[in-house]
């Protein structure tokens, strides 16, 4: 419904030959997990509270030490290691943070959308973001949504308005699962990925 098994395939192979380097890549100074930081880019998905709950929650990346490696806008690795350190999962909040300094994303949620495909949730300091993630055995790569890529009529099908900054805000975790499945159809598998973590221990 997503990702086309042959570009699922493609992108796996394609993001393993990544993961052997022994430089990471960095698509910008402020990135770290998960998500970019949404409220820097225009056209994001956001809203003014928590949509994924404790009890909507998914547990997707194994706790352990990971490296971070975010991509530019072409696909393209650029820079190095941006952030190292242990990621912990918290089992009654079902959060992602990290004790490490410099960690930007503290509490992130996750929320399965289907199969190896997830939703973030990244609490930021002026609104809640939102992005993609997809899960593979021994890594996880992530991308920013950018909401200018739907119609209007679209967002209208999902009850969701663009703010003239560019910005949608989402009121419903129902809103946030149905914008997100249509953004990913109409990519039809082409995602560009903004960053990937590698587990490293």
């Not at 159809?185 to 960053?195: E, T």
């Amino acid at each position: 419904m997503f990702l086309k098994p042959r570009k699922r395939a493609a992108l796996s192979g394609a993001l393993r030959k990544f993961a052997t380097r022994s430089r990471l890549s960095l698509r910008s100074a402020g990135i770290s997990l998960l998500v970019l930081p949404a409220l820097a880019l225009a056209g994001c998905f956001t809203s003014e509270v928590e949509l994924i709950g404790a009890r909507q929650a998914t547990r997707a990346m194994p706790p352990g030490e990971y490296t971070h490696t975010p991509f530019d806008t072409e696909g393209v690795e650029w820079g190095g290691v941006t952030w190292q350190g242990r990621i912990d999962y918290a089992r009654f909040s079902r959060r992602y943070s990290s004790d490490v300094e410099n960690f930007p994303h503290q509490n992130a949620r996750l929320r399965r959308l289907s199969g190896d495909i997830y939703i973030a949730q990244v609490p930021r300091q002026d609104a809640i973001t939102y992005g993609v993630l997809f899960v593979y055995a021994d890594m996880t790569t992530y991308h920013q949504p950018d909401c200018h890529i739907l119609t209007a009529e679209q967002l209208a099908a999902a009850g969701i308005t663009r703010d003239p900054e560019g910005f949608c805000d989402i009121e419903t975790l129902d809103q946030l699962e149905q914008v997100i499945r249509t953004y990913l159809d109409i990519l039809d598998g082409d995602v560009r990925i903004d960053g990937i973590y590698r587990r490293v221990g």
